[in-house]
């Protein structure tokens, strides 16, 4: 099994930053997908950023610039939001696809204040 453990969310105004990480435990092999997929209240859940194990990224519409998503292992991954908009509100979930199987943390809150 696998297991992802996200932490760095919070309560931030706008213009703000936050770091979001994630760690994965339990099966994992070193060719995978990991990202950040986020849900607003009211919303379906929307691709934030995901990055491959060789690095490649790609961001979720008008994201790239203000979000900037790393890794710096197999199974760690952290989301850099800046200029942060009240729009940025909702629960960011952690997700590594690992051959086909795709997995999900539990989510953290982002809450962005105008």
């Known amino acids: 099994q696998v297991r992802l453990e996200e932490s760095g969310g919070g309560l931030v105004q706008a213009g703000g930053s936050l770091r979001l990480s994630c760690a994965a435990s339990g099966s994992i092999f070193s060719v995978n997908v990991m990202g950040w997929y986020r849900q607003a209240p009211g919303k379906q859940r929307e691709l934030v950023a995901v990055i491959t194990s060789g690095g490649l990224t790609t961001y979720g519409d008008s994201l790239k610039g203000r979000f900037t998503i790393s890794r710096d292992n197999v199974n760690a991954v952290y989301l850099q939001m800046n200029s942060l908009k009240p729009e940025d509100t909702g629960v960011y979930y952690c997700?590594?696809?690992?051959?086909?199987?795709?997995?999900w943390g539990q989510g953290t809150q982002v809450t962005v204040s105008s």
């Open positions: 997700s590594i696809s690992i051959k086909g199987s795709n997995y």
